[in-house]
């Protein structure tokens, strides 16, 4: 079982910013992969970024240039910094952490974001 608690969700207006963090007792270094995912009612959840256990990095096309993904090793926490958001942005993001490729992938209990026009 891994543990993921998200923080940070909220509401913010057009062209706002929001950090979104996900902890873990887990050593987030070590993880093949953590990320965050969106949903939206009634649409499938959608990557939005993740970072590899060497530190690379994936983003969605919608984010790309607004979005970073990062993480604090000393803290056991990975981040989504969003700057520029847009009303599409609305969701409930999700952390998302996966040991290995193989194994089991776990998910936080979700944050909604809300952006305002």
């Known amino acids: 079982q891994v543990e993921l608690v998200e923080s940070g969700g909220g509401l913010v207006q057009y062209g706002g910013s929001l950090k979104l963090s996900c902890a873990t007792p887990e050593n987030v270094e070590d993880m093949y992969r953590m990320g965050w995912y969106r949903q939206t009612p009634g649409k499938q959840r959608e990557l939005v970024a993740h970072?590899?256990?060497?530190?690379?990095?994936t983003y969605a096309d919608s984010v790309k240039g607004r979005f970073t993904i990062f993480r604090d090793s000393a803290k056991n926490t990975i981040y989504l910094q969003m700057n520029s958001l847009k009303p599409e942005d609305t969701a409930v993001y999700y952390c998302h952490g996966q040991r290995r490729s193989w194994e089991t992938e776990y998910w936080g209990q979700g944050t909604q974001v809300t952006v305002s026009s």
């Open positions: 970072i590899s256990s060497l530190g690379s990095t």
